[in-house]
């Protein structure tokens, strides 16, 4: 067990090991902060948190710097957030303000994440999985070509262009219009695309040869509002803190181009009641990402809630990311909201 005086030793070097990235040690901290004890009474608990390894010594001699643990402690302990400025709430407003659609939100998160941070920003996007097909619309782009677009109730729009066997007219895309949406339009998206394969398999409809190009189209479409989607920016923030890392950045920037992996971690991340999660360091081993620390919020959005975040480091200011983050999600929760009111 740590004593609230330990806790606080091990909050001063992990803040001051964050803004110097150099090793701490007990006469810096009597210097910096106001404990009322002496350096020697310091070096003492400085001695009850390695032994619960909690810090380590980088070299002999030398002062300390939090381990993973440590940090995880650190975490677990955090009495508040660190507030976000004017100026940072101001930047995250007017860069979510009035979005082109979905993806624009999802891209701007992210940039003003990363801005924010200094860090990988990552956003999950919201699940299409349980959302309703309000619309469907066909547009010609040729008498043998169709332009088909979907749209969800959760604010997902989707457009695939399908090659037709055979040369429609207008009349005959307004009724393969109408026939389509009376079976999809109103119907969640797994049930939407069951009602098509049922249609394919129907012998009644083999002759529909147009009917069956689009129905095959569509349902391809709607299995990519069923995929989880991952959207980062900032990646070459991993090159210009290559230093925090004791080994490589590689693994970090793998994970990044395959996305499948932090879809893993991001959406297995344990969050308190605030809707906050932080995982650190050697927790992420099993992911291969044992040198990096990711710290994400909830966010709601009418399919149920995803996450948006950051990854780093584990030397990363974990208060200032944590609250940028909360604040991020927020708004997105709330842009959201209010596009899903408008509709």
């Keep these: 067990m740590v004593s609230e005086r330990g806790l606080q030793v091990l909050r001063a070097i992990v803040q001051d090991y964050v803004e ?6 007990s006469r810096s901290i009597v210097d910096r902060y106001s404990f009322g004890v002496s350096a020697a009474t310091i070096r003492n608990d400085m001695a009850l948190l390695e032994d619960e390894e909690l810090i380590a010594a980088p070299h002999t001699s030398s002062g300390r710097v939090p381990t993973d643990k440590g940090y995880r402690v650190f975490v677990d302990h955090l009495a508040q957030l660190r507030p976000l400025s004017v100026a940072q709430r101001t930047a995250i407003e007017s860069f979510l303000t009035a979005p082109s659609d979905l993806d624009d939100l999802m891209v701007r998160t992210v940039r003003v994440l990363t801005q924010l941070t200094g860090q990988v920003a990552l956003a999950q996007y919201p699940s299409f999985a349980r959302a309703n097909l309000t619309h469907l619309e066909l547009v010609a782009l040729a008498p043998n ?3 088909i677009v979907l749209v969800t109730d959760a ?8 090659p037709l066997p055979v040369e429609v007219d207008e ?4 009724l393969l219009r109408a026939r389509l949406s009376a079976l999809i339009t109103g119907r969640a998206v797994s049930d939407a695309a ?9 012998d009644a409809h083999s002759h529909d040869v147009v009917l069956r190009a689009l129905a095959t189209v569509v349902i391809d479409e709607l299995g990519t509002f069923r995929q989880e989607r991952l959207v980062m920016a900032g990646a070459a923030t991993l090159a210009r803190r290559e230093q925090d890392f004791r080994g490589s950045i590689h693994p970090l920037l793998e994970a990044i181009e395959e996305q499948v992996t932090l879809l893993r971690l991001m959406s297995e991340m344990e ?5 906050l999660a932080a995982s ?10 044992g ?9 709601a959005a009418p399919s149920g809630t995803a996450r948006v975040g950051v990854m780093g480091p584990t030397r990363m200011d974990y208060p200032s990311n944590l609250a940028a983050a909360r604040a991020v999600a927020r708004y997105l929760s709330r842009m959201l909201d209010e596009d899903e009111a408008a509709r």
């Excluded at 110097?20 to 040690?25: I, Q």
């Excluded at 604010?155 to 399908?162: K, L, Y």
């Excluded at 069951?194 to 129907?202: V, Y």
Aim: zero cysteines; hydrophobic letters at 45%.
């Design 20 to 25: 110097t990235h150099e090793p701490v040690g």
């Design 145 to 147: 070509r169709l332009l």
């Design 155 to 162: 604010g997902g729009v989707s457009q695939r262009i399908a």
């Design 171 to 174: 009349a005959d895309m307004a």
């Design 194 to 202: 069951e009602r098509l394969q049922a249609l394919l398999a129907d």
């Design 271 to 275: 969050a308190d009641s605030h809707g």
């Design 280 to 289: 650190i360091g050697t927790e992420n081993a099993s992911f291969g990402l």
């Design 291 to 299: 040198e990096a620390s990711i710290v994400a919020s909830n966010y």
